[in-house]
């Protein structure tokens, strides 16, 4: 078999283009709400889990859903971000960021995806998590990991999920608005202007 007949087995890039716009990202925002549902549902989680253990178990969820809607999707856990530098040989592959949650269509072009970023969230400080530093942190490595396009520099869409462990979201909400607020990013604060799959 030659390069020839594996293409033709395979098919070519090309003639699959990717396409991250409102409707796939729709797609891929009920697939996460779906699989929170199923995983509430069965109970199966611990509050005080870390965020990667969270992630683990949704897209343990996304993947089950997956199969049964028969989706041609490829969804990723804990996916390293290489960077053309890095693939060249020019920086080191340790300093690529790696994102939660990867959700690719039927393409083949591994940078054209949308992500998930998630992190743990409390109301007031909580066993040993501190309220304000988680705050901090949802900001500094979760919004602004996508606003600087580290997270998804070939992509305009991608998500911070809030894995709300203790508290009320609205509240978490407001005090993540007053925390950009305080730092003078009013036009970014957070709204829920829509619910997602009746979530």
């Known amino acids: 078999m030659g ?15 990717p396409n991250v ?20 549902q069965d109970a199966l989680y611990d509050l005080s889990w ?4 969270f992630s683990a178990r949704l ?15 490829q969804i990723d856990l804990e996916s390293y971000l290489y960077r053309k530098e890095i693939l060249e040989g020019l920086e080191d592959p340790d300093t690529a960021p790696r994102i939660d949650i990867k959700i690719s269509g039927s393409w083949v072009y591994e940078d054209i995806y949308y992500g998930i970023e998630g992190k743990i969230l409390i109301q ?10 988680l705050r901090a942190r949802y900001i500094d490595t979760g919004i602004d990991n996508f606003v600087n396009g580290k997270y998804s520099p070939d992509v305009s869409r991608g998500c911070v999920v809030g894995y709300v462990v203790q508290g009320i979201a609205f ?9 950009l607020i305080h730092r003078q990013r009013n036009n970014e604060t957070l709204e829920n202007r829509h619910t997602i799959n009746y979530s």
């Open 59 to 73: 897209v343990g969820y996304m993947q089950k859903i997956r199969k049964q809607e028969d989706l041609r999707l």
């Open 171 to 179: 509240n978490i909400r407001q005090k993540i608005n007053d925390l």
């Open 21 to 40: 716009d409102a409707d796939f990202e729709q797609a891929c925002l009920w697939l996460l709400t779906e699989a929170f549902k199923h995983m509430k």
């Open 124 to 133: 007031i400080d909580w066993q040993t998590r501190r309220e304000y530093d």
């Open 3 to 17: 390069l020839s007949d594996f293409r033709n087995s395979i098919g070519r890039a090309s003639q699959t283009l």
């Open 50 to 53: 870390k965020e990667t253990r």
